[in-house]
């Protein structure tokens, strides 16, 4: 069953902190180059095979003990947070064209584009804290690639009009702030018992 809240709260957490990634930017570089649809089918392949790959990773650090699991995903939550706050500003990155603009050659490289950025990445490390914190795969599963998802959307359709209005450092502070309640709390959870 599908837990609503856990499903918000992983949207909203990996929403936050994938909006001051890089591949929001690449993903706004190829969505003002190509059909926006094409560029956000690859996207959206890569991010789905991402957040898979977390899930399960989160959900065999729950076969540990869940005072361990606590502290762990803490400590993770935390250094998070210190990276967004102490990350420097991405240079765009160049995206090189396809010769041609079918949807195989413009969905593939969106797809590899995102499948090399974010392998290993700040989200897809989340997404494994949040599957070990939750113990619900599905909710946590389904609220990480509707969080990204969603910043790519906004990064290929409406990308360069939000970061007119929304100062990007802003945008990282509240997604550390959000990290930084969480690795708090799973901390207190960890000592507490």
Same mark, same amino acid.
């Given at each position: ?6 499903? &918000? ?12 990634? *890089?591949?929001? #930017?690449? +993903? #706004? ?38 005072? #361990? $699991? ?6 993770? %939550?935390?250094?998070?947070? &210190?990276?967004?706050?102490? *990350? ?6 160049? $995206? ?6 079918? %949807?195989? *050659? ?6 590899m584009l995102i499948l090399v950025a974010e392998f290993g990445d700040l989200t897809q490390i989340m997404t494994a804290n949040l599957a070990a914190r939750y113990d619900d795969p599905?909710?946590? +599963?389904?609220?990480?690639?509707? +969080? ?9 359709? +409406? ?30 959870? &960890?000592?507490?018992?």
């Amino acid at each position: 069953m599908i837990s609503i809240t856990v499903l &918000a709260l992983v949207f909203g957490v990996i929403f936050l902190a994938e909006l001051p990634d *890089k591949t929001a #930017l690449a +993903g #706004l570089v190829l969505g003002t180059r190509y059909r926006a649809s094409y560029v956000f089918a690859g996207v959206a392949a890569a991010f789905t095979l991402h957040v898979v790959l977390a899930v399960a990773a989160g959900s065999a650090l729950t076969l540990l003990p869940q005072r #361990l $699991v606590h502290a762990l995903t803490g400590v993770l %939550f935390l250094g998070g947070a &210190a990276m967004l706050l102490l *990350k420097k500003g991405d240079e765009d990155e160049e $995206v090189r064209r396809p010769q041609d603009q079918s %949807f195989w *050659k413009v969905a593939g490289t969106g797809f590899m584009l995102i499948l090399v950025a974010e392998f290993g990445d700040l989200t897809q490390i989340m997404t494994a804290n949040l599957a070990a914190r939750y113990d619900d795969p599905l909710s946590v +599963g389904l609220g990480a690639v509707l +969080g990204l998802w969603a910043v790519a959307g906004l990064g290929i359709v +409406g990308g360069k009009a939000l970061m007119k209005r929304v100062p990007l450092g802003l945008i990282t502070k509240i997604a550390a702030l959000v990290m930084l309640t969480l690795g708090a709390w799973t901390l207190y959870e &960890a000592v507490a018992g």
